[in-house]
């Protein structure tokens, strides 16, 4: 009959002792990041779920971040333009937006050659311009509906540009390719050549 070697006797004795002991480093472990990560969210209730808290940004990158939202974000000048005291015309468009191409509904405003647009239509003095588009610089205006498989869809052409919009119905539509055309006629500063050609509209 074969007896275990005192080698062998130990071994085994060895691992039996320490098996508990990992087994407890390793549960103690894993409930200390379970801990950690229960931690880094907070109960705030929103819509019936736990939402994450965000963490403050650090006093450098908030500094980068507010420089940065600061150089995209510039007042619009409005040339002296009482843009809120007897518009040429007025209304209601979705525009698609400069770098992001998506559509969103903005109330715009005509005067002297100049066409503002706000989120809001309750324009007044201390109201600020979300943008402005100069008709003197403008080179044609026109239906947009095949570029776009859009309806009511029109664009105003510049030297660099092409800006979309969309009106509520055809009627709008026209009323401000009529209106915007006038307005490129009136305010352009180009000298026709007999070679160049007018702005269309």
């Known amino acids: 009959m074969l007896f275990p070697t005192p ?3 130990s071994g085994i004795w060895f691992s039996i002792t320490l098996f508990p002991t ?3 480093l390793l549960v103690y472990f894993l409930l200390r990041l379970a801990v950690l990560f229960c931690l880094s969210f907070v ?3 929103r819509r019936g779920r736990f939402t994450r808290q965000p963490r403050p940004l650090p006093s450098i990158t908030a500094h980068i971040m507010a420089s940065l939202f600061a150089s995209l974000w510039k007042p619009v000048e409005t040339h002296g333009v009482e843009f809120w005291h007897a518009p040429e015309r007025s209304g209601w468009l979705h525009k698609q937006g400069e770098y992001i191409k998506t559509w969103r509904r903005r109330f715009f405003v005509m005067k002297q050659g100049r066409l503002f647009w706000f989120k809001s239509n309750d324009v007044g003095p ?3 311009p979300r943008g402005c588009i100069d008709v003197a610089k403008c080179l044609s205006i026109k239906g947009a509906e095949e570029q776009l ?3 009511h869809a029109f664009e105003i052409s510049s030297h ?5 919009f969309i ?4 009627k709008e539509k026209e009323d401000w390719i ?3 055309g006038r307005a490129i006629v009136r305010h352009s500063n180009c000298v026709m050549g007999a070679d160049q050609e007018p702005p269309q509209y």
């Open 7 to 9: 080698t062998v006797v």
């Open 167 to 170: 009106a509520d119905t055809d």
């Open 178 to 180: 009529n209106a915007v």
């Open 160 to 164: 660099d540009s092409t800006m979309y």
């Open 22 to 24: 990992f087994f407890l």
């Open 149 to 151: 498989n859009r309806a």
């Open 43 to 45: 109960p705030s209730f």
């Open 126 to 128: 201390d109201s600020q």
